[in-house]
């Protein structure tokens, strides 16, 4: 089945409710587990652990490569840093894999992706991340480049969640979005069924897609999200929603519009432009209160 998307607005999110907030102790509002960063990019796994604590997750870690975790846990103390195995290239070396393996199964949800480098021990990472059985699994950035050869593992999965940009994209399906119109809803719509996954297909005009051919688009933010580290913060505002028990397709949906919203309120207060990635989470408490 493939619909006309629907507007993703205030009054379409009503019909998908976040869990109610309740008095309770962190172990009660979510535990994240973030696989995040590098060498070159320490600073991605700090603006999603962030996001996802500002959206009202109660435990963050990051498990990022040992390289960089003293300065990750210097820049979110709230967050518990895993120290991982460091390749030579920066990014994650195999034994951490086997390390990740351990522990996920321990979190609510999982996050894996965000200033990941690209290297071999991402394929092994992913493939064995869907074959764990978790119920709230994102896989975003290096670890989409990574997902091809695996799209039986991840028709397998409990329907995990891709947020793909264009060049992510173009190596799940062998297609670049082109913009923010039918082409860009075919390719999601083609990832959501190849993968069965929960898609965003990300752009000026984002668009979450299902597997089953629901679909829905946003239309707002503004250009000021076009910035590094701004995808960043969306993994990390899914993953704290989906820690605190959101189902998938209602914390995908709810994270599109809160970060479009945030980026709004940024733009209306500094500027079109120029405000910054770890900006965006601040302005997320205030939208939930809404």
Known sequence: MSARPRALT???LEHFPLPPVEEADKNAHGRLLLVAGSRETPGSAAIAATAALRSGCGKVTIATVEGVAPHVALAVPEARVLHLPQARDGGFARAAVREITNVAPDYDA?????????NRVCSRMA???LGLGLARLVLDAAMLHALSPHDDKARDAAMPILLPNDAEMESLVGAEPGGNGAKALQ????????YDALTLVKGPKSHVVTPDGRAWRYSGGGPGLGISGSGDSLAGILGGLLARGAEPLTALLWAVWLHGEA???????VGKVGFLAREIPGEVPALLAS
Do not use: I, K
């Open 10 to 12: 205030p009054a379409e």
């Open 110 to 118: 999982v996050v894996a992706g965000p200033g990941m480098q690209e």
């Open 127 to 129: 493939a064995t991340l």
């Open 187 to 194: 390719c999601g719509l083609a990832c959501a069924a190849r």
């Open 263 to 269: 980026g709004a309120a940024l733009s209306s207060r």
